[in-house]
């Protein structure tokens, strides 16, 4: 069978449908079936979704795996797939994260757990979704759709400030995104008035001859980033994040860090990027301010929490403040490393919220300073904690380092000082991660409790495992990534720094060439 | 003959009177436990008149020019009959709970439909007084039809008062606008308009034509009546009063005002944007401080009209056929919003408390999971017909450039979150007071479902639906 004739984007975004109907009808009580087929239903996606790669065209330019079928034709919305390097990583990553997540719950979850596996799996077709979609439309279809489930694992299975986090989540998240549509409505409006033709096909949008006046630009960007930076979320608006972290339960929170913040990075990506790219511009000075801000600031919050959880969550806005900078920085190193640094916080945080989550799962409480000593009773989990840390904190050999690197060379070819202030920031995240390994980690065991925890199991091990894997080879081999990421990066800067290209050469490489020249000399 | 032809334009409304009569005469033979066959003759009469609805000539004027069919009143005429007909099947088992299960209900319900359906086929003055009037009088009597319960009386009253209050108000209007042209046909008005131009008597009619018909959609400052009409009424008729004569005030609007008034469109383009404004966010906010779920439904369709109202005040063709898909759209959400209170009324007992719903996902999911599809529609998230609707109704107002308006309805979106969510939490995340598991009444489950597969259905696939609102709003 020729696999690469099948809607293979509709295939993994749609799967898990078919463990939502199987678990529709099998009954409540048989708890170990749905368990079963929630964990499987994913581990397939996770599957398929890896048939991407090995179709998948470094080297073709544009979108590949391409699907189109009209959907609303009266307004010009079509069903419209396609993905490129960038979208391919994504998805993995979502698949992955999916699958490790239902495997957590396993026993955390005790009650309700027919209707928790249908929301994760719900979930997980408006993720994918959100990373397939290129018509307008439809991506923001699977933007919101994906609220739902969120809204419900965070106030059904979620902490003790439970209905308090689910709701704030909600309303912050809905009130971007309509603002969102309010911009692509606007895009819409003004595409059909230059071209007579109503569509909301992103690529459209983005092509070369379709040019929006700066000042309209200026406007839908504004309403775009509304969406998306409260996604990420970006400095002011990031109060939502730690009250959703801290109540969702381990999987939400896992799947919130490692994917949700993602879309909003996303979103700039693909869609800010290239249609507004005089706006974009434009906002630079901004977009960075506000990154630096939450770099420095995310990492002194997290320096203070007494809370482990609310600590891993802090870290996160400081990590995505590094993913906008690079961003932002408009250059195809600093894109690069900011996408690499999307999938490095999604593995790193991810885990570290897993982490928390085992903990939690066995003395049910988060408060640092409840642990102490955990190393003696509980070594697999110290080694898996430290490499996570490591990952986390951005240790040369695994995968943060790539990220950060990439990040602060692509800044710093810009402006010097941007990349200096940032780098203060992984000092001060090396220092909150340490800190807290030292306090839970070493020291003496100050209660009885924590002497009868049990060390991981298998499962968990299984869970840990492809996710230390990723962070090494990330680390050791980043290669084939970055090989996936070129084109579409190039792609993009090309389209909204074009001087770039044509610039005279920036500082490394002027450091390079003065190697060079002095190496003719024989000696 | 031509008098056949405009029998035939009018079959559907005549087989509707027909049933209704035939109810009225035949119910005093038929004993009480027999009742369900008042039902199934109503069921039929909607189904026989929504048959007649495809031998109606899509454009022809009867009557001496006073009424009209074309595919924009064929398609509220649709519309009407869907909205009784899930009324009626939400209905059974509410009157059932108050002991007074009565076959004029359903003859004043299948009267009221028919005075709609000649409203949004009125192309005349008189005709469409004396259509309104038809429909107006049976609601008041449906909304007082608890005779017994002192809620449903002081709803009827409320609503008659004021009601033919603005009646008044509209025939106001009407004697202005014959005043100035001495013909009552709109086509004849407008044409003797276009050629005396804008004098301020114009003004004036404009204005109380408005009047009255903020008041019919309950738009602010006109929506007074509204929560306690909505409370009072027995839940059914609340349903339907939130839907059917709502959609005709929406469709009389569009026609009066396109088809007479071109003359001041600026101007009351310019009222209505502000008066959906004020109504949305008024409506929004007093909804989220309510304490009973059927009166924060009924401040919940006052903000819907207020999102309608921005269709209207943007216009174009975005705008009007983006009012006739809400329509249906809301028409399927709204009686669902109020079914859902209907399922958890129990004798003596309102169920309208927040309370009420606790952990009801817990003993009827499957109920729950359509309750969460209706409440998400009212916010407008996809993947349901409510987001479709939102889209068409901001895309108009975008369009037109009315971005301050587009952004409030946006943050009224967001308000109405809250609030509706409210519902979904009580479901959800609370505990319920007891295990039983929960077991609805047959034509009730069936509502509900057709009201949550509707919703679903013009969310994931509106392509039918949507290009039948486009050729319907075609003439405007």
């Known amino acids: ?523 | 003959m031509n008098f056949l032809i405009d029998l035939q334009s009018i079959s559907s409304e005549l087989i509707l009177s027909a049933f209704a009569l035939l109810i009225l005469v035949i119910s005093p033979f038929i004993k009480e436990e027999k009742k369900k066959f008042i039902i199934y003759l109503s069921i039929f009469g909607l189904i026989a008149s929504f048959m007649a609805l495809f031998i109606q000539p899509r454009k022809a004027r009867l009557f001496w020019e006073t009424l009209t069919t074309d595919k924009f009143s064929i398609y509220f005429k649709a519309l009407f009959l869907i909205a009784t007909f899930l009324v009626i099947l939400i209905s059974k088992r509410f009157f059932e709970h108050e002991m007074y299960h009565k076959a004029e209900y359903y003859f004043f319900l299948l009267l009221t439909t028919v005075g709609l359906m000649f409203m949004v086929s009125a192309v005349d003055l008189i005709s469409l007084y004396v259509s309104f009037e038809l429909m107006a009088i049976s609601c008041y009597v449906l909304a007082g039809f608890l005779k017994r319960n002192l809620r449903s009386n002081e709803a009827g009253m409320k609503y008659f008062v004021l009601g033919a209050f603005s009646s008044g108000i509209l025939l106001f209007g009407f004697a202005f606008l014959f005043g100035l042209t001495g013909v009552t046909g709109y086509r004849e008005i407008a044409q003797s308009l276009a050629n005396k131009g804008v004098n301020s008597f114009l003004i004036i009619a404009m204005l109380t034509l408005a009047g009255a018909l903020f008041f019919k959609i309950a738009a602010v400052p006109f929506h007074m009546w509204t929560p306690d009409v909505y409370e009072g009424a027995p839940t059914p008729v609340t349903a339907y009063l939130s839907v059917a004569p709502k959609a005709a005030s929406f469709a009389i609007f569009i026609r009066l005002f396109l088809e007479v008034l071109p003359l001041l469109k600026n101007e009351w383009q310019t009222l209505i944007a502000w008066i959906s404004l004020f109504t949305m966010t008024y409506g929004n906010i007093a909804a989220l401080t309510q304490k009973n779920v059927k009166r924060m439904f009924a401040y919940s369709s006052i903000a819907h009209a207020g999102y309608l109202l921005i269709g209207l005040a943007a216009g174009g063709d975005f705008g009007i056929w983006g009012m006739l898909y809400y329509l249906l759209v809301y028409t399927f959400m709204n009686i669902g919003a109020f079914g859902i209170i209907i399922f958890m009324k129990k004798k003596e007992h309102f169920g309208e408390e927040f309370a009420d719903f606790n952990g009801l996902a817990q003993r009827a999911p499957y109920l729950s999971a359509i309750i969460i599809v209706i409440l998400l529609s009212l916010t407008g998230i996809p993947p349901t017909g409510g987001f479709i609707a939102k889209v068409y109704i901001f895309s108009a107002a975008v369009k037109q450039k009315l971005y301050w308006l587009a952004v409030a309805g946006v943050l009224n979106s967001v308000i109405s979150l809250y609030y509706y969510f409210r519902l979904g939490m009580a479901m959800y995340f609370k505990e319920p007071e007891s295990e039983a598991p929960y077991s609805p009444s047959p034509s009730l489950l069936l509502a509900i479902s057709i009201i949550g597969l509707g919703i679903l259905l013009l969310g994931i696939y509106p392509h039918p639906f949507a290009s039948l609102a486009k050729i319907s709003a075609l003439p405007f």
Not at chain 1, 230 to 238: G, N
Not at chain 1, 417 to 443: D, E, P
């Open chain 1, 1 to 523: 069978m020729n696999l690469q004739s099948l809607p293979l984007l509709t295939i993994v975004t749609f799967f898990p449908l078919v463990g939502i109907f199987i678990i529709l009808f099998t009954s409540k009580q048989k708890e170990n079936l749905i368990k079963v087929t929630a964990n499987i239903v994913t581990g397939l996606t996770f599957l398929i979704s890896l048939l991407l790669p090995f179709y998948f065209n470094p080297q073709a330019e544009g979108m590949q795996f391409v699907e189109k079928a009209s959907w609303i034709p009266a307004i010009g919305v079509q069903y419209f797939m396609g993905i490129d390097g960038i979208s391919l990583l994504l998805i993995l990553l979502t698949t992955l994260l999916t699958f490790l997540s239902t495997l957590s719950s396993w026993r955390v979850i005790d009650h309700r757990i027919k209707e928790y596996y249908i929301f994760m799996l719900l979930l997980e077709i408006g993720m994918v979704g959100v990373f397939t979609s290129l018509d307008l439309i439809l991506f923001y279809v699977f933007w919101e759709v994906m609220l739902v489930p969120m809204y419900f694992l965070i106030g059904v299975w979620g902490g003790e400030r439970k209905l308090y986090a689910a709701i704030k989540f909600f309303l912050y998240t809905l009130f971007g995104s309509l603002l969102l549509l309010l911009g692509i409505l606007a895009l819409y409006f003004y595409h059909h008035a230059v071209t007579g033709v109503y569509t909301f096909d992103a690529l459209q949008m983005m092509s070369d001859g379709f040019i929006i006046p700066p000042k309209l630009q200026f406007w839908i960007f504004l309403a775009f980033f509304f969406g998306f930076a409260i996604k990420v979320p970006m400095f002011p608006f990031h109060t939502w994040l730690p009250d959703a972290h801290v109540e969702a339960p381990t999987a939400g929170s896992v799947i919130l860090a490692g994917i949700l913040l993602k879309m909003g990075t996303y979103g700039f990506i693909r869609f800010s990027l290239p249609i507004l790219p005089d706006a974009s511009k434009q906002f630079v000075p901004v977009m960075v301010v506000l990154s630096i801000i939450a770099i420095i600031y995310g990492a002194l919050v997290a320096m203070m929490q007494k809370d482990w959880k609310s600590l891993v969550a802090y870290s996160s806005i400081s990590h995505m403040g590094f993913v906008t900078l690079g961003m932002f920085a408009l250059t195809p190193i600093g894109l690069q490393g900011s996408i690499i640094q999307q999938i490095n916080h999604g593995i790193s945080t991810g885990a570290l919220f897993l982490i928390v989550g085992i903990v939690y799962e066995r003395r049910h409480t988060r408060l640092i300073s409840e642990y102490s000593g955990l190393s003696r009773i509980m070594p697999v989990y110290a080694a898996v904690f430290a490499i996570m840390m490591l990952s986390s904190i951005g240790l040369p050999g695994l995968n943060g380092f790539i990220g950060e690197f990439l990040i602060l060379v692509g800044t710093f070819q810009v402006k010097w000082w941007w990349a200096a202030i940032a780098a203060s920031g992984i000092i001060l995240g090396a220092a909150y991660m340490l800190w807290l390994y030292q306090r839970v980690m070493f020291g003496k065991i100050t209660k009885e409790e924590n002497l009868k925890m049990k060390d991981l199991n298998v499962r968990e091990i299984t869970y840990f495992l492809p996710l230390i894997l990723l962070a090494f080879w990330i680390g050791l081999y980043p290669k084939p990534y970055l090989k996936v990421l070129e084109k579409p990066v190039n792609k993009i800067v090309q389209k909204v720094n074009p001087d770039y290209f044509q610039k005279k050469p920036n500082i490394i490489e002027k450091l390079f060439e003065h190697q060079e020249k002095r190496s003719e000399f024989p000696h």
